[in-house]
């Protein structure tokens, strides 16, 4: 039986076969290079305060204009992004709090304001000053102020 004017029942199912085939092909290609961070490179560090102490806890983000990731500082102020960085600038934030590893603000339960343990301009890329061009594996240390 032919369908339409130019293509048979079988040469459709042969057409859409391939056409799942490639489709499986790019999605695996895309997956292992985006979701595996293929051609990334780790970046970690540690958040400190000028006087050395470390940043006990918060996040640290970085931004590109076409990708962010960032990752959880630990009681000694180390940092570890959770994704591999493509090549590139990036700007870096930092947001820590002083009751709360959460990056809310305002105490949902007791409706206080969360003090902030780093100066307010961190949690801006525009404001923070912070900016790390990542060309292979790196290390980026962060010395933050506490808030004024």
Sequence with gaps: MRIGRNFSAKALTKLFAMRNILFLGVSLVVCVLGCSGGGGFPVSGK??????????????TFISNTFSAGGNITADGAYTVT?????????VTVLASGDSPSSAMVD???????????DMK????DT?????EVKGK???????????
Excluded: H, M, W
């Design 47 to 60: 958040v400190t305060f000028q006087d050395g102490t470390p940043v006990p806890r918060g996040q640290v």
């Design 83 to 91: 994704v591999k960085l493509p090549a590139g600038t990036y700007r």
């Design 108 to 118: 949902v339960q007791d409706r206080k304001p969360i003090k902030p343990l780093v």
């Design 122 to 125: 961190f949690n801006n890329p």
């Design 128 to 132: 923070s000053g912070l900016v790390c």
């Design 138 to 148: 790196t290390t980026f240390p962060i010395t933050v102020e506490p808030p004024k």
